[in-house]
């Protein structure tokens, strides 16, 4: 018999918490291109996964609306793509104020902020 594997290196997906995220680039370490929608508030993920680095990564899009976000958590994120070339990070809710100014959000991307 042959097996025909298919290898995801795009994916497009609305996940519901931060830790789903996490799970998904350990489950996934191939992937080039990434755009996720967190959806949901989420609690703290395992510790064993925050620092596994996945290095193919090139593309990454980062969308959430219902997040709290802080510097910590998007720091432990950007840990783990060291490789990437785009990085697109749309929060609607930031309570950490190294996040904020005058009301707008920003993030500059330096390796590991």
Known sequence: MIYAIHIF???TNELKT???LHQLLTVLPQLKFIDV???HRSTKFP???QYISILTIRYFRLRSSAHN???DELR???KRIPNVQKLIIQINIATDTRLTMDN???LI???YL
């Open 37 to 39: 929608a967190i959806n």
């Open 76 to 78: 432990l994120i950007l």
């Open 69 to 71: 976000w802080n510097l």
């Open 109 to 111: 991307y330096h390796p």
């Open 47 to 49: 510790e064993d996964m």
């Open 9 to 11: 290196e795009k994916l």
């Open 18 to 20: 931060l830790n789903d």
């Open 104 to 106: 707008k959000y920003f």
